[in-house]
């Protein structure tokens, strides 16, 4: 039987809170027990805005797993193959920058995703599963299962398409990038002003209604 559990998809589906902490300076692998112990149920770590290396990564995230902490991986860009790898190296989630429309959410669902959801290409001796050889079905099963995906939306056109990114299958959270989405409206700074909070209230509204 093969079994896997992703603790902050586990949360989320039951409408509890997911509590994460943000990794950016930290680098040996330590860290991971650190924040299971802090009582955090995923890391989010983050390779877009710091030099974390692929290696780094994985070795916090080889060390999260046997920790019963999820590690969510954010990546530099919409880098589907970069996504999969860390999948396939120990990552439990890819936090995806700058969606901005449904075809992009769907094709990142497409590439992380076994089939019949997506067309992932497997590796049958994972550090999800301790490097032991389970049957292929069963393990692309749990894996599709237990992979969180999130979608993040930080710009004017990502706000107009919110609902309908929100909507596609396979996609289990939208977040929300605050400074850039400010940026984006030119309101730099200006979490109060009518329009942000307008963003805002629209992506809440997107959730509520798709139960992402």
């Keep these: 039987m093969v079994h896997l559990e992703n603790p902050a ?65 954010r ?19 890819i936090i995806f920058p700058h969606v901005e429309t449904a075809n992009e959410a769907r094709e990142i669902v497409n590439k992380l995703k076994y089939p019949p959801t997506g067309h992932r290409s497997i590796d049958l001796h994972m550090p999800q599963f301790d490097f032991v050889r389970h049957d292929a079905g069963e393990a692309a099963k749990v894996l599709n299962a237990e992979t969180l995906i999130v ?23 939208v977040f929300v990038g605050g400074n850039d989405l400010m940026i984006d409206f030119g309101l730099p700074d200006q979490p109060g002003h009518e329009k942000i909070i307008a963003a805002y209230e629209k992506f809440l509204k997107a959730c509520q209604q798709t139960g992402t």
């Excluded at 589906?13 to 330590?30: C, F, P, S, Y």
């Excluded at 990546?75 to 989630?93: E, F, I």
């Excluded at 979608?151 to 959270?173: C, M």
């Design 75 to 93: 990546v530099p860009t919409m880098d589907l193959n970069l996504a999969t790898k860390l999948l396939d190296n120990g990552a439990l989630g």
């Design 151 to 173: 979608a993040t939306v930080e710009s004017q056109k990502g706000v107009e398409n919110a609902t309908a990114i929100a909507a596609v299958n396979g996609i289990d959270v």
């Design 9 to 73: 998809k586990v949360r989320l589906e039951k409408n509890e809170l997911a509590i994460g902490i943000l990794l950016r300076q930290a680098r040996t692998v330590d860290i991971a027990k650190i924040m299971k112990t802090c009582g955090y149920d995923y890391l989010f770590i983050d390779m877009e805005h710091n030099a974390m290396t692929l290696a780094d990564t994985v070795q916090i995230s080889v060390t999260a797993l046997d920790t019963g902490i999820a590690p969510i991986v």
